[in-house]
């Protein structure tokens, strides 16, 4: 499929984007969304008070402490001060040996509360577990995003071998792939759109096109139908593998959570 593309290209570090890059070291063509929101949109992000997606924040800080569960507990009864989450959000997903695959914050959520507070899961892009993920992750806002999948030893190896794959195969009726616009025409136009480069280092994010937070899961489903793709399910295997291909393709950004974009 051809696209027509207008406007030009915005000086960002392009370069060959994943060229010779392996293990945890920064990706130095990797950049964020931020640096093409409209300066109004920054201001929103960069103040708490401003900031569109602080009220699923303060709602996450009162179930922090909210004892639920047939055990009795709430997330501070094992956890303490959600300040102990400190670096947590920029190192997810995680390899979970139960299971043998990645396991993200959202999962690992539910996981702590089905398994630790006898308490039933929150459903996936709820305010609750919106609002917990975040908050998690806002822990580590301005902590560079580490990931090792790319190495071969690495436990997360094969779901990154997977992502990858899934990354660059071509779906759906207009027959286009992840990268084709994250990555051959990221900084470029398509008619009035402004392209990024897709990274996850902001989610969940308060999008405007949305009037309120949403998931990672959210956005590669919204992207899936743009396509005329068929969607993953929240939380699918396939959108782990890509999760964790994402956390590599953005290493070393820093965590903005939460975002805000258009």
Request: hydrophobic share 30%; proline share 5%; net charge positive.
């Amino acid at each position: 499929m051809n696209i027509k593309l207008t406007g030009v290209i915005i000086t960002l570090g392009m370069g060959a984007l994943l060229a010779g890059c392996t293990g945890g070291d920064s990706n130095p063509d990797a950049w964020s969304g931020y640096k093409t929101a409209t300066p109004e949109t920054r201001a929103m992000q960069d103040d708490d008070f401003s900031n569109p997606a602080m009220p699923w924040v303060d709602l996450a800080s009162e179930n922090w402490t909210k004892v639920e569960g047939e055990a009795g507990k709430s997330c501070a009864s094992c956890h303490g001060d959600v300040k102990s989450m400190k670096g947590v959000g920029a190192r997810y997903p995680v390899y979970d040996k139960e299971t043998k695959k990645p396991i993200n914050i959202e999962l690992r959520i539910n996981k702590c509360r089905t398994e630790k507070m006898k308490a039933k899961p929150y459903k996936y892009e709820s305010d609750e577990l919106l609002g917990m993920t975040a908050l998690i992750r806002m822990q580590s806002r301005g902590m560079p995003v580490v990931s090792t999948a790319a190495n071969e030893n690495d436990p997360l190896h094969q779901a990154w071998l997977k992502g990858k794959e899934f990354y660059y195969k071509r779906r759906g009726q207009l027959d286009m792939a992840c990268s084709n616009c994250h990555e051959d025409h990221a900084g470029q136009y398509i008619r009035a759109e402004l392209l990024s480069q897709g990274q996850s280092n902001g989610f969940p994010t308060y999008r405007l096109k949305w009037q309120k937070i949403g998931s990672l899961d959210r956005r590669f489903r919204g992207c899936n139908k743009n396509i005329r793709a068929q969607p993953y399910g929240y939380g699918s295997d396939e959108y782990l593998n890509l999760e964790t291909y994402l956390a590599w393709r953005g290493r070393g950004l820093k965590v903005e959570t939460p975002s805000v974009r258009k």
